[in-house]
DNA sequence: ACCTGAACACCGTTCAAGT
DNA sequence: ACCTGAACACCGTTCAAGT
């Protein structure tokens, strides 16, 4: 066991987020506990309620590490494209690709609900909107005089629609399950959405 | 305490169902638990082993009865359309509604993930199928001439990213929270995706 | 035959007591 | 000051024993 002093407060936060992470890659939300993640940094359960308020805010800082890689993989999709529409089929065969390599580590980012009425933090939010963020700036040449807030709907419209196919495929609810057949679902909404777009109808 | 004989064991699987049914609308998939549901009908957690293998499976079968609700509704939303699209809107709405009105209900359908490698049962996937397959009877006509395959693989592609709408905005994680702009954000994703299919783009 | 009740191996969370 | 270890109120699941 370790004793007093053998580790700073912040030492045993990312000990433990670390352990967390490791545990999810593993075995899901479902395989994760406090004594668990106690038991593999060779620490009490009790000391975890010394650097983290409960479970949650652990869920949370975990999801928060995930979003971040998440967006550098996104952000990496969109350097090396021209057309607002092969950029967005990018960020969305990288949404897709980061859905299945890391299927636990994801699915926890949506399985984790926070408590009834209380909202995700600022810098947690900050996050989440800076990934549609990637796709608004895509949107914007194909929504040329249309307002910055219907831009914002738009990108969400369509990012929470590549999401939603994700969500299905990876929690096996579809009857696709390679990450091929998902592109080719997540490419067609993109696609046709884009087309949509281009056609101008009204809505 | 009840004692032998007093109910079938149908009748105590419909008890545990229908109370199942009571504690999760309240409370959702984490406020459901088999010690709960015993008591709430007056047994004790063993009787409840002696009807269901385990709490998944009774957690199935409300999710079931729970797909037969929304099959319902989205069925009734069919009947008074004339054009494919506003036919498709209508299930998309009808699909709103009834996830803003049964949130704890509709999410359990998705918050419930099989063990690893097990599928669901073949009467599950039944339920899941007829609802796409209304929307790929809309979709018919609008793709006249492609395969059977093709209309199925367009029709998850559209239900997914409506889905995924319901999916984020309902577990607060889009920052929309009324049914009225969640359904601007599905009506929109309709539209441009068959303003997309009638543009004809090739994918 | 039907159901109980206690047991087992787990949870998250708290906090008096030890070093 | 830092961390433990035991307690509390919960889980799902099993099964010998009671009626």
């Keep these: 066991m370790a004793r007093r002093s053998d580790h ?10 670390s352990a967390a992470e490791k545990l999810v890659t593993r075995d899901g939300l479902q395989g994760l506990s406090a004594r668990k993640i106690a038991h593999e940094i060779g620490y009490t359960v009790g000391t975890l309620y010394l650097v983290f308020e409960n479970i949650d805010e652990l869920i949370s800082h975990v999801n928060a590490r995930t979003l971040d890689m998440l967006y550098e993989s996104l952000l990496a999709a969109t350097v090396s494209c021209r057309q607002p529409r092969t950029c967005i089929l990018a ?11 890391h299927p636990h580590r994801w699915k926890m980012i949506f399985e984790h609900n926070l408590a009834k009425g209380v909202e995700a933090p600022q810098w947690y939010r900050m996050k989440v909107n800076r990934m549609f963020e990637l796709v608004e700036q895509q949107l914007q040449p194909l929504l040329a005089g249309q307002s910055r807030k219907k831009i914002a709907q738009t990108a969400k419209t369509l990012w929470c629609g590549v999401h939603g196919i994700c969500a299905l495929a990876v929690t096996n609810k579809l009857e696709v399950d390679d990450a091929q057949s998902i592109q080719t679902l997540t490419d067609s909404l993109i696609n046709h959405f884009v087309a949509g777009i281009a056609a101008d109808i009204p809505v």
């Design 8 to 17: 700073t407060k912040e030492q045993i936060k990312e000990m433990a987020l």
């Design 91 to 101: 960020i969305g065969r990288a949404y897709v690709e980061f859905a299945t390599r």
